[in-house]
C-alpha cells in the first residue's frame, strides 16, 4: 500500500487486515517543495502500522519514494522475506498542486505527474515480477480520480497523471491476464482525507467555480468517507471480483454524472 501514512492509503491498509491481509505500508513521510500542502509524515506511518497490527494483522511499514524504483525494489523484497509473496498491489500515493497549465513551473508539473503516474508505474514495476513468479495470481488497483475520466481547470497536470494511470491500467490488464492477475482503476471524487480538506484545495475551488461545480457530488453529501473507496478496495482484491479486470471504477457519488 503506497501512501499509507494517512488518507485512503490508511483506510485502504485497514479495509484490508480487517479481510485478513498482512500489510506493507510505505509513504514518503515528509514534504515535497511545490505541493501546497503538508503531506503525511513517518509519525503518521508509524500510526497505521499499529493500527493494523491492532487488528491481528502483520504490518511491514517502511519510508519510501514512489518515484524511486530501487527503494520500491528494496521494500517489495523486504516484504517477500518477511510476509510472503506479493499478491494484491495498491498504488495510492498522489500529491496535487493548483495553477493555470501556462502558468505551471516545470517543477510542479514533474512532482505531480512523477508521483501520480511515475509512481504507479515503478510501483508496478517493483512488485509485478514476483506476482508472475510467484504464479498465484494476484489484484493491482490503481487510484485514479474523477480527474482521470474528465477534465478539470487549475490543476491539468494532475488530470493529466490521473488519465496516464488509466492508460497504465489497461495495459497491464491486457499483459498480465495470462498470469490472472487483473488490474483495475478506482476512481474517487472529492474524499475527506488532509489532501481534499486541506486550505489549498479549499482556496482552489472557493477561487474555481467551474472546478468547484464540477467536482460537487450528485448524492446529497458533501464528501466521500475513505471507508467508502476502502469497500471497493476490498471488492476488487476479493474472489467476488474474480473476473474483473480493465475497469474504472468510480466511488464519487456522481460526481462524473454532473
Known sequence: MTGAARGQGRSHALALARAGADVVATDLGRDLETVPYQLGSEDELEETRRQVEALGRRCLCRVGDVRDLRAMEEI??????????????????????????WQLS??????????????????????????????????????????????????????????????????????????????????????????????????????DPHANRALGALLPIDLVEPEDVSAAVVWLASDAARYVTGVSLPVDAGTLLI
Open 106 to 207: 516545470e517543477a510542479q508539473w514533474d512532482e505531480v505527474v512523477d508521483s501520480n503516474l511515475k509512481g504507479a508505474w515503478l510501483t508496478c514495476r517493483a512488485t509485478v515480477p514476483g506476482m508472475i513468479q510467484g504464479g498465484r495470481g494476484g489484484c493491482i488497483v490503481l487510484t485514479s480520480s474523477a480527474a482521470g475520466l474528465r477534465g478539470y481547470s487549475g490543476f491539468a497536470h494532475y488530470v493529466s497523471a490521473k488519465h496516464g494511470v488509466v492508460g497504465l491500467m489497461r495495459s497491464l490488464a491486457i499483459e498480465l491476464a495470462p498470469h490472472r492477475i487483473r488490474v483495475n482503476c478506482l476512481h474517487p471524487g472529492g474524499v475527506r482525507t488532509p489532501m481534499g480538506l486541506s486550505d489549498a484545495m479549499q482556496g482552489q475551488l472557493a477561487a
Open 76 to 101: 517489495v523484497a523486504q516484504a517477500a522475506r518477511e510476509l510472503g509473496a506479493v499478491e494484491i498491489v495498491c498504488a495510492n500515493a498522489g500529491v496535487i498542486s493548483f495553477g493555470p497549465s
